[in-house]
């Protein structure tokens, strides 16, 4: 009942930027929490930016700075502004929203691919 449908991913050079773009649709009534995972080649899925429906936003360590995470709740949707990118970015990215009950949905996965 409930659809993440993600898009913005590529091929980027060190030091560049990228925005991804996440809409929710379906069965979503109210807002809820939504964040950022992502899931470098041969690693577990670790979480990297979460936003809160008042806005408040955490992040992890290694992408402060870099990274932002904002939303349109009139739209449903989350972002992800990457810049300064590294190799190290590379993966495969998904947005989640948690709902009631603890339920959580995940977007398709994008790739993103820091490489010269």
């Known amino acids: 009942q409930v659809q993440l449908v993600e898009s913005g991913g590529g091929l980027v050079q060190p030091g560049g930027s990228l925005r991804l773009s996440c809409t929710a649709s379906g069965r979503v009534f109210g807002i809820w929490p939504m964040a950022w995972y992502r899931q470098p080649p041969g690693e577990q899925r670790e979480f990297i930016a979460g936003?809160?429906?008042?806005?408040?936003?955490k992040y992890q360590d290694s992408v402060k700075g870099r990274f932002a995470i904002s939303r349109d709740n009139n739209k449903k949707m989350v972002f992800l502004q990457m810049n300064s990118l590294k190799p190290e970015d590379t993966a495969v990215y998904y947005c989640?929203?948690?709902?009631?009950?603890?339920?959580?949905?995940w977007g398709q996965g994008l790739q993103v691919t820091v490489s010269s």
């Open positions: 936003i809160y429906p008042n806005g408040e936003t």
């Open positions: 989640n929203i948690k709902m009631a009950g603890s339920v959580e949905h």
